[in-house]
């Protein structure tokens, strides 16, 4: 074959792939153009500052407050801003699936004299409205109007449920505003608590009633549940409170606060960041009224794992001896650990704490478990004996006895405790 030949079929070729590229560029424009002609909407999300939604529950009035939306009606508070850009991007992306033209004088048979569902879209430039009728007659399409009135429109039923928002899905069940992280102080304050904490690099500190370091741990969990709640329901009426919770991110601002009465049936609180009064689930104050030895730092165990060279652990009758060798635990017998369990059991060890509870320990009968540690150099840097009695599990570490949980136990090889 000829170079001419050659150079004739490649060009050809070339000319046939050019062909081939540009209709598919100009199919996925057609399309492209096709799919944003079914979208009515002239809106961008972030172009919207308020809007109007009436739904068979009410009519909700919202508008824009930076990044987060305020409800103006029913009720004046902080709305769900999650829900509300929901609302606004479901009506803004839906597209319609046919269309009627003309519209016909009498448009009852299509519910849109009284429509069910009706938005109204507010941005700097215009106003734009949506209405919802009835369904069609297979029930998977909704007859809708718009501003224009130009056409009958028909959407995925879908639409309908996706808006019909009770006022409820739309406020914010949250009962503060803060972020944790941020947090530079909390107290508690009520008739038999008076508990201040201060962060300072990093570090949490008890100020009042006694001044201890704190456990990060513990504080944060704190704020991260207080930040998650949510509200089970508004009431009007509320009751004194019984305990006032505050917190500053910034130590020259006034701070967040909550506050809180205890009943029999249900959590009554109030908040800086809601209107009205609301009750939570009658759970939350066991787990954020705590006793400042609670917060203080219990952990007690101290020792360099990096430089822990040799490990025993006597667990009833069996013992167990791990010895580091090139940065691999070698276990005699073998068959009571795996090497990753005596790196875990090291870890567990170090973030063991002692329980809040002010108990002195008696009748304790022999230890059922001991550890010992020791280091590069060959120093016994641990010595740990471990007691059960009357449900309750003790540690004796440097001649002092530590109540600790009874999930101590769960840390230790399974092996080793199989009897």
Aim: charged share 30%; glycine share 2%.
């Amino acid at each position: 074959m000829s170079w001419k030949k050659i150079f004739f079929y490649l060009f050809f070729l070339i000319i046939i792939l050019a062909l081939y590229s540009y209709q598919q560029v100009k199919t996925r424009k057609t399309q492209q153009i096709k799919e944003q002609e079914k979208q009515v909407c002239p809106f961008k999300v972030e172009e919207i500052k308020s809007y109007t939604l009436k739904t068979e529950y009410g009519l909700f009035k919202l508008e824009r407050k930076g990044k987060k939306w305020w409800l103006t009606k029913p009720v004046s508070d902080w709305a769900n801003s999650s829900t509300c850009s929901q609302v606004l991007e479901t009506v803004v992306n839906s597209k319609i699936e046919r269309k009627i033209t003309p519209v016909p004088k009498d448009i009852s048979p299509y519910g849109l004299d009284r429509p069910r569902i009706e938005i109204t879209l507010i941005s700097d430039k215009e106003t734009w409205a949506l209405k919802l009728g009835g369904d069609t007659p297979d029930r998977r399409r909704i007859y809708a109007f718009t501003t224009d009135k130009k056409a009958i429109y028909l959407f995925p039923n879908s639409l309908l449920w996706s808006l019909n928002k009770r006022l409820g899905d739309l406020r914010d069940k949250h009962i503060i505003a803060f972020d944790p992280a941020k947090v530079t102080r909390l107290s508690f304050q009520g008739k038999e608590i008076d508990i201040m904490l201060e962060k300072q690099k990093n570090q949490w500190y008890i100020k009042t009633p006694f001044n201890a370091k704190a456990d990060n741990d513990e504080v944060e969990n704190l704020l991260y549940k207080l930040q998650a709640e949510q509200i089970k329901t508004f009431i009007k009426k509320g009751v004194s409170p019984q305990l006032k919770i505050e917190l500053w991110e910034d130590i020259n601002k006034p701070p967040y606060w909550l506050k809180l009465t205890l009943q029999k049936e249900e959590l009554i609180a109030q908040s800086n960041y809601h209107p009205t009064w609301f009750t939570l689930r009658k759970g939350l104050w066991k787990d954020i009224v705590k006793t400042p030895e609670f917060f203080k730092d219990r952990h007690f165990v101290k020792f360099d794992k990096e430089m822990v060279d040799k490990v025993e652990i006597i667990y009833g009758k069996k013992q167990l001896l791990a010895q580091k060798n090139k940065q691999k635990w070698e276990i005699k017998p073998k068959n009571l650990a795996q090497a990753y369990e005596i790196e875990f059991f090291l870890e567990d060890l170090l973030n063991l704490k002692y329980l809040p509870e002010k108990i002195t320990p008696s009748d304790l009968a022999s230890w059922q478990a001991r550890v010992k540690l020791w280091n590069k150099k060959a120093q016994l840097v641990l010595d740990m004996k471990c007691y059960k009695h009357k449900e309750q599990s003790w540690v004796k570490y440097k001649d002092r006895f530590y109540l600790v949980g009874n999930n101590f136990w769960e840390k230790f090889p399974i092996k080793i405790k199989e009897e």
